[in-house]
């Protein structure tokens, strides 16, 4: 049974940091493309960062320079560091595993919400 779980989101004031981590099992972690999206209140879910399985990664242009994506392919982790959070960062994050050659191989996690907020 394939499992990402998300942790690390919380309530943090503008200008904060948060690292998110999501832990995997049941897939063949070192494999897979990881990414992070996330989906605020009556906003379309989008892609925040990916990393592939040779560690090339990309960002939205909104958190270029702020959020940095990492894998620990020995724990089955993926990291998304956020630096210089700002209130349009609020929304909760999801963690996905996927395949891009193989679509039936498409995962993802529970939810962690992030709130940036005075």
């Known amino acids: 049974q394939v499992q990402l779980v998300e942790s690390g989101g919380g309530l943090v004031q503008p200008g904060g940091s948060l690292r998110l981590s999501c832990a995997a099992s049941g897939i063949m972690f070192g494999f897979y493309r990881l990414n992070w999206y996330r989906q605020a209140p009556g906003q379309q879910r989008e892609m925040v960062a990916r990393?592939?399985?040779?560690?090339?990664?990309t960002y939205a242009d909104s958190v270029k320079g702020r959020f940095t994506i990492s894998r620990d392919n020995t724990k089955n982790t993926v990291y998304l560091q956020m630096n210089a959070l700002k209130p349009e960062d609020t929304a909760v994050y999801y963690c996905?595993?996927?395949?891009?050659?193989?679509?039936?191989?498409?995962?993802w996690g529970q939810g962690t919400q992030v709130t940036v907020s005075p």
């Open positions: 990393i592939t399985s040779g560690e090339y990664t």
């Open positions: 996905n595993a996927d395949q891009p050659r193989d679509l039936k191989y498409d995962y």
